[in-house]
């Protein structure tokens, strides 16, 4: 008996109603495990598949090289802003390649590579940063959602795609990216109530980096892990390392697997770091040491993939070097193409605002088109 059951029968002599509370379901299975889940480094890497691992193993120095290439561009004025994901390119490949063709990917603004490891074109994926035009892709084409600038804004979307697919009958599953900083976010607690309560087929990855820009986890939350967060929504909670290319695909692959035969959401956080600064216009070293990142230069995601191949004799020197000859030609052709200046149409403003343009956007399109006109009649006229 409750204590608001208690006292309704000593003030009226009458029992009380049956209690509004009854448990959903046992919270022992959504625990996380106590540590975070590992492949790399354990017994468990010598039975890991042979073409797994080479697969892993390419997109994530593609993706290292990718990284450092953006960045470059940032720094070479080419890229407003330019979001790192050097150190956790094992999260964001084992991402896009746990989801089939006919599922969506919600990243946030910092998993550009994400998109790139789902065959989205890296001009494309980096034009929004650019600030040329739109999102810079064609979300339906490649069942990728806008990049989210917006922290975690991306999740309630994410679920009501998943939700509206199972209604229709579609096959599909969602897979919600996001920072340990999103997870503070109102979004973040109405997605994942949403999305457990309708038991959508939608899968949430949690980078955890350790820092919302300067704010450490510590300031953040005081959960046990933020996987734990899962257990409040009645949904399963994986804790796994961040780093580990082959347990983040096993463990995103089974969630996807388990959203797709009807089992609900998942909650997934992965144990990472980030070695760049949080963007270009970030100085990290205010916040944090020299030798807290040099600690996980030896946990680095290309590094443990590297020791598993070589150890078992699936790679040599000539291998590497092949994988990096070839990540090294998308970074010389990445920067080729963003080198060039774009052809931009200002009428573009308009295009993608609504579906049909309301009278407002009609008459500043008309506007800015008087503009336009005016400008070349005057350079027209001046030659």
């Known amino acids: 008996m409750t204590v608001m059951e208690q006292r309704s029968t000593r003030r009226t002599g009458r029992t009380a109603p049956p209690p509004a509370w009854q448990p959903r379901t046992d919270p022992a299975p959504l625990l996380p495990d106590a540590e975070p889940y590992r492949v790399l480094g354990t017994d468990a890497a010598a039975k890991a598949d042979p073409e797994l691992l080479r697969r892993l193993y390419a997109e994530v120095v593609r993706g290292r090289r990718y990284n450092a290439q953006a960045t470059a561009l940032t720094k070479q004025g080419r890229l407003a802003v330019y979001p790192s994901t050097t150190g956790q390119e094992a999260a964001e490949v084992a991402a896009a390649l746990a989801l089939e063709e006919r599922d969506w990917l919600f990243p946030s ?83 994942l109530n949403f999305a457990a309560v309708w038991q959508a087929p939608v899968v949430f990855l949690v980078q955890n980096n350790g820092y919302a820009i300067s704010v450490p986890l510590a300031k953040q939350t005081a959960a046990p892990s933020l996987a734990h967060k899962a257990v409040g929504y009645g949904m399963p909670g994986r804790l796994v390392d961040g780093n580990d290319a082959v347990a983040m695909h096993e463990v995103l692959t089974e969630a996807v697997t388990h959203a797709r035969e009807g089992g609900g959401p998942t909650l997934i956080e992965a144990v990472t770091y980030r070695m760049d600064a949080h963007t270009n216009a970030d100085d990290a070293t205010r916040y944090r040491t020299d030798d807290e990142v040099e600690a996980w230069r030896d946990h680095d995601p290309v590094l443990l993939l590297e020791r ?76």
Not at 125 to 154: F, I, K, N
């Open 109 to 191: 603004y910092r998993d550009t590579l994400a998109a790139v490891a789902r065959g989205l074109d890296p001009v494309q994926a980096l034009t929004l940063l650019r600030g040329d035009w739109h999102t810079g892709y064609d979300p339906h084409e490649h069942r990728v959602a806008p990049l989210s600038t917006p922290l975690a804004t991306q999740l309630p979307h994410a679920v009501g795609l998943a939700h509206a697919a199972r209604l229709k009958g579609d096959d599909v599953v969602a897979l919600a990216m996001v920072g340990d900083g999103g997870t503070s976010e109102g979004d973040f607690h109405e997605a």
């Open 308 to 383: 598993v191949l070589t150890e078992r004799g699936l790679i040599d020197e000539a291998g590497m070097q092949a994988v990096r000859d070839d990540a090294e030609t998308m970074a010389a052709a990445l920067r080729e193409r963003m080198n060039a200046d774009p052809v931009l149409d200002p009428m573009d403003l308009f295009t993608h605002v609504y579906a049909e343009q309301t009278s407002q956007l009609r008459e500043q399109a008309e506007q800015l088109r008087a503009e336009l006109e005016a400008e070349a009649e005057a350079s027209e006229g001046g030659r």
